[in-house]
């Protein structure tokens, strides 16, 4: 196993990470007026984390779906807008499928910054181009062009059906992808027509696929996700193991996406039973 | 998620209810909401009781705590627990932080986001200290806050970013998150903040004790002075994204100071690590010496980590070493020229005489304002917060400039004509160039 991302989707751009070696020549250094007061720093610098919303927008999620969507994502945004603190500067991109597949924003945006765009639902599901659309910017010299260090980015797919288009060529792309291999992937399956297993493809372990039946279901799994997902590899954690052992690359493989579906489930299985109309029924 | 609701009441565990008002954060473990209880308003910690190991344990460890008290009033210390859910949840109260203190996060984003009440628009607002005088005692502080600890037996465990409140106007400090904090060689399960863990928690072959407390604590005044990560240069960006390999490596298992002065393959990046650039080459070198054996020696050999008493000596002499000169330039000794005894500021040409004082090896630099601490006239003191001596004007004759006793002993003087004279509390005498103070035990000359 490769320690680094080092496929084609990333470029190592050589001149860019040239360390800025200084020598201390004091004379200039005490000389240099305009940039030496203690007290006027930029912000520390920080690693960059891109959290990536995949949203199904075809026909079938209008109404009651696309409302607890939209009006969930707006409270979502400005509760998690401070979850990088002080290490993470985190982004947002969101990708809407149909009939075609769109992003919300040309570029990622940072959280803070991110306003909510409401989305409406019309056409079929063409997931599958969604995935390769993904695929096709999720490069440096896509939206992970941060010129600091990245976290991998979380990827987020929301979707009520099924595919309309041949999603495995798309997940095939996706695939070849690093940043997908190390991002962490969740789903969100909404209604009965969606399929936990297709979903589990996606995220490579059923352990993060989640599924929502009513709207109040709906919100809170929208929340559970978001929020574990952005905050692991932030926040403090506990010891992984009692054994005081030293870990090795084998132990920490893929350790975030094991982590977040241990989280995603203990959250699942202790969330409240939420008393709403089915999405299936009343219509 | 078992959020409490806004509204609920919790109850106490020696009676009592607790309203809850809302939220005001949350955090690995748990989430923090405003509530009134007995009439006063206070933070509940509410866990999140899947991510506690052992329940039980962490419960009692509290407990212990409040029985035993903060260790100074530098900590924002539970004060008491509720009753426990019947799924084992519960939480405690601690002191609200006084709207004058920001989170060190604020301080190190330089802004802070403020929402208002009314329209819900957020608004950012700069964040950053009002004078190098507060900055350096906020490091003071933060220091002598983890010695308390310390000398009390107990450890910090989760030393991180998110653990303070700053004023940024007097560099007063308050610990908080101290639910964790155990006495040491006791564990309840936590590890650590990305970042913030000793290297050896990291590989997993130590728990949080006193020992890598003490490596948290200079990775937090790392970032607290030269505004980055101690870890991160040129070798961990080239990675270009942390997955979880690269962090036991770079956090772990080959952690590179980025100013090793034997390792230069971790060099701070220019257009990244600007901050670190800059800062580090206006301290003096006392300063960057301890950051070097703190993140050179001390990662292999915790042993060989600064001690809290050590950082708060340095700092100290940092904040002596203040200068504000009248151009409006305002920068540490390392940043003048040092001509014999006295410094000259670089833009201007002022020049600067120095007082030495008998117990140190290096002069402390005269101006309008500068000041001396109890700590640094008596041996036996702890106190860098009460001000012994100040250099001021003299309010009947202009232009005379002179110290002023403002400690509560008498202090003996030699004046122009030779002789010692007794100084009391308040009043003072002028600066010359035979100038010698006697404080007791510690002596001082120009």
């Given at each position: 196993?490769?320690?680094?991302?080092?496929?084609?989707?990333?470029?190592?751009?050589?001149?860019?990470?040239?360390?800025?070696?200084?020598?201390a020549?004091?004379d200039?250094?005490?000389?240099?007026?305009?940039?030496?007061?203690?007290?006027?720093a930029?912000?520390?610098?920080?690693?960059?984390?891109?959290?990536f919303?995949?949203?199904?927008?075809?026909?079938?999620?209008?109404?009651?779906?696309?409302?607890?969507?939209n009006?969930?994502?707006?409270?979502?945004?400005?509760e998690?807008?401070?979850?990088?603190?002080?290490?993470?500067?985190?982004k947002?991109?969101?990708?809407?499928?149909?009939?075609?597949?769109?992003?919300?924003?040309?570029?990622?945006?940072?959280?803070?910054?991110?306003?909510?765009?409401?989305?409406?639902?019309?056409?079929?599901?063409?997931?599958?181009?969604?995935?390769?659309?993904?695929?096709?910017?999720?490069?440096?010299?896509?939206?992970?062009?941060?010129?600091?260090?990245?976290?991998?980015?979380?990827?987020?797919l929301?979707?009520d059906?099924?595919?309309?288009?041949d999603y495995?060529?798309?997940?095939?792309?996706?695939?070849?992808?690093?940043?997908?291999?190390?991002?962490?992937?969740a789903?969100?399956?909404?209604?009965?027509?969606?399929?936990?297993d297709?979903?589990?493809?996606?995220?490579?372990?059923?352990?993060?696929v989640?599924?929502?039946?009513?709207?109040?279901?709906?919100?809170?799994?929208?929340k559970?996700?978001?929020?574990?997902?952005?905050?692991?590899g932030?926040?403090?954690?506990?010891?992984?193991?009692?054994?005081?052992?030293?870990?090795?690359?084998?132990?920490?493989?893929?350790?975030?996406?094991?982590l977040?579906?241990?989280?995603?489930?203990?959250y699942?299985?202790?969330?409240?039973?939420?008393?709403?109309?089915?999405?299936?029924t009343?219509? | 998620?078992?959020?409490?609701?806004i509204?609920?009441?919790?109850?106490?565990?020696?009676?009592?209810?607790?309203?809850?008002?809302k939220?005001?954060?949350?955090?690995?473990?748990?989430?923090?909401?405003?509530?009134?209880?007995?009439?006063?308003?206070?933070?509940?910690?509410?866990?999140?009781i899947?991510?506690?190991?052992?329940?039980?344990?962490?419960?009692?460890?509290i407990?212990?705590?409040?029985?035993?008290?903060?260790?100074?009033?530098?900590?924002?210390?539970?004060?008491?627990?509720?009753?426990?859910?019947?799924?084992?949840?519960f939480?405690?109260?601690?002191?609200?932080?006084?709207?004058?203190?920001?989170?060190?996060?604020?301080?190190?984003?330089t802004?802070?986001?403020?929402?208002?009440?009314?329209t819900?628009?957020?608004?950012?607002?700069?964040?950053?200290?009002?004078?190098?005088?507060?900055?350096?005692?906020?490091?003071?502080?933060?220091?002598?806050?983890?010695?308390?600890?310390?000398?009390?037996?107990?450890?910090?465990?989760?030393?991180?970013?998110?653990?303070?409140?700053?004023?940024?106007?007097?560099?007063?400090?308050?610990?908080?998150?101290?639910?964790?904090?155990?006495?040491?060689?006791?564990?309840?399960?936590?590890?650590?903040?990305?970042?913030?863990?000793?290297?050896e928690?990291?590989?997993g072959?130590?728990?949080?004790?006193?020992?890598?407390?003490?490596?948290?604590?200079?990775?937090?005044?790392?970032?607290?002075?030269?505004?980055?990560?101690?870890?991160e240069g040129?070798?961990?960006?080239?990675?270009?994204?942390?997955?979880?390999?690269?962090?036991?490596?770079h956090?772990?298992?080959?952690?590179?100071?980025?100013y090793?002065?034997?390792?230069?393959?971790?060099?701070?990046?220019?257009?990244?690590?600007?901050?670190?650039?800059?800062?580090?080459?206006?301290?003096?070198?006392?300063?960057?010496?301890?950051?070097?054996?703190?993140?050179?020696?001390?990662?292999?050999?915790?042993s060989?980590?600064?001690i809290?008493?050590?950082?708060?000596?340095?700092?100290?002499?940092?904040?002596s070493?203040?200068?504000?000169?009248g151009?409006?330039?305002?920068?540490?000794?390392?940043?003048?020229?040092?001509?014999?005894?006295?410094?000259?500021?670089p833009?201007?040409?002022?020049?600067?005489?120095?007082?030495?004082?008998?117990?140190?090896?290096?002069?402390?630099?005269?101006?309008?304002?500068?000041?001396f601490?109890?700590?640094?006239i008596?041996?036996?003191?702890?106190?860098?917060?009460?001000?012994?001596?100040?250099?001021?004007?003299n309010?009947?004759?202009?232009?005379?400039?002179?110290?002023?006793?403002?400690s509560?002993?008498t202090?003996?003087?030699?004046?122009?004509?030779?002789?010692?004279?007794?100084?009391?509390p308040?009043?003072?005498?002028?600066?010359?160039?035979?100038?010698?103070i006697?404080?007791?035990?510690?002596?001082?000359?120009?």
């Amino acid at each position: 196993m490769s320690n680094t991302i080092n496929n084609d989707n990333i470029e190592k751009e050589e001149n860019s990470t040239a360390a800025a070696v200084e020598d201390a020549d004091l004379d200039s250094d005490l000389l240099d007026f305009d940039d030496d007061d203690p007290l006027s720093a930029t912000s520390v610098s920080k690693k960059s984390l891109v959290i990536f919303f995949l949203i199904d927008t075809s026909g079938s999620m209008r109404g009651t779906k696309m409302g607890e969507l939209n009006t969930v994502m707006e409270e979502l945004i400005p509760e998690i807008r401070r979850v990088g603190e002080a290490d993470t500067e985190v982004k947002l991109a969101v990708l809407t499928f149909s009939t075609n597949v769109s992003w919300m924003y040309s570029t990622p945006v940072n959280i803070e910054e991110f306003e909510w765009t409401r989305l409406r639902a019309d056409g079929v599901t063409s997931m599958g181009a969604a995935f390769k659309e993904l695929a096709l910017r999720m490069s440096r010299n896509g939206f992970l062009n941060s010129p600091s260090l990245s976290f991998a980015p979380v990827i987020f797919l929301m979707t009520d059906g099924y595919p309309s288009d041949d999603y495995k060529e798309g997940l095939k792309a996706l695939e070849a992808n690093s940043w997908y291999k190390f991002g962490l992937k969740a789903a969100l399956g909404i209604g009965n027509e969606a399929n936990d297993d297709m979903l589990a493809e996606f995220t490579g372990t059923k352990d993060t696929v989640v599924h929502a039946y009513s709207g109040g279901q709906l919100a809170q799994m929208i929340k559970i996700v978001a929020v574990t997902a952005s905050q692991i590899g932030s926040k403090s954690m506990t010891l992984s193991d009692e054994s005081n052992k030293e870990i090795d690359d084998e132990d920490v493989y893929a350790a975030k996406q094991k982590l977040l579906g241990q989280q995603i489930q203990e959250y699942v299985n202790n969330s409240d039973e939420v008393e709403t109309v089915s999405f299936d029924t009343g219509w | 998620m078992v959020e409490l609701k806004i509204g609920q009441e919790v109850e106490m565990e020696y009676g009592g209810k607790a309203k809850v008002l809302k939220v005001i954060g949350s955090g690995g473990q748990g989430t923090v909401y405003l509530v009134e209880f007995n009439g006063m308003k206070w933070a509940l910690k509410w866990y999140d009781i899947n991510k506690i190991k052992k329940p039980k344990d962490f419960r009692n460890n509290i407990q212990n705590n409040i029985n035993d008290g903060a260790p100074s009033n530098k900590f924002l210390w539970p004060r008491y627990l509720t009753k426990e859910n019947a799924d084992g949840t519960f939480g405690y109260l601690m002191e609200l932080k006084p709207a004058s203190f920001d989170s060190f996060v604020d301080i190190l984003n330089t802004y802070k986001i403020v929402v208002d009440p009314v329209t819900g628009r957020a608004t950012k607002q700069t964040v950053r200290f009002t004078s190098l005088y507060a900055m350096v005692t906020a490091v003071i502080n933060i220091v002598n806050a983890f010695r308390q600890l310390h000398r009390a037996g107990k450890s910090y465990q989760d030393l991180n970013d998110g653990g303070f409140f700053i004023n940024v106007d007097t560099g007063a400090v308050l610990v908080c998150d101290c639910d964790n904090i155990a006495p040491d060689g006791s564990n309840f399960g936590i590890g650590g903040k990305p970042g913030y863990m000793a290297p050896e928690i990291v590989r997993g072959v130590a728990k949080p004790n006193v020992q890598t407390d003490k490596y948290s604590l200079a990775v937090v005044l790392f970032k607290f002075l030269f505004r980055g990560d101690p870890m991160e240069g040129e070798k961990v960006v080239k990675d270009i994204c942390l997955t979880e390999s690269s962090e036991l490596r770079h956090y772990g298992q080959n952690a590179v100071f980025v100013y090793d002065p034997n390792n230069a393959s971790n060099r701070p990046v220019r257009g990244i690590h600007d901050n670190v650039i800059k800062f580090w080459r206006l301290y003096p070198d006392y300063i960057k010496e301890a950051f070097i054996n703190s993140f050179t020696t001390g990662i292999m050999d915790p042993s060989k980590r600064i001690i809290e008493n050590e950082w708060q000596k340095l700092f100290i002499r940092l904040r002596s070493e203040i200068i504000q000169c009248g151009c409006g330039r305002t920068n540490f000794t390392s940043m003048f020229i040092k001509e014999n005894d006295k410094y000259r500021c670089p833009k201007c040409g002022m020049e600067f005489s120095t007082l030495g004082f008998s117990n140190r090896d290096y002069r402390m630099p005269l101006y309008i304002g500068c000041k001396f601490y109890q700590c640094e006239i008596d041996p036996d003191s702890d106190d860098f917060i009460s001000v012994a001596g100040e250099l001021v004007e003299n309010k009947l004759k202009a232009n005379v400039i002179g110290i002023k006793d403002c400690s509560e002993k008498t202090w003996k003087v030699k004046m122009p004509d030779g002789a010692f004279y007794d100084i009391g509390p308040g009043k003072g005498f002028p600066i010359w160039n035979g100038l010698e103070i006697d404080f007791g035990e510690i002596k001082a000359q120009i």
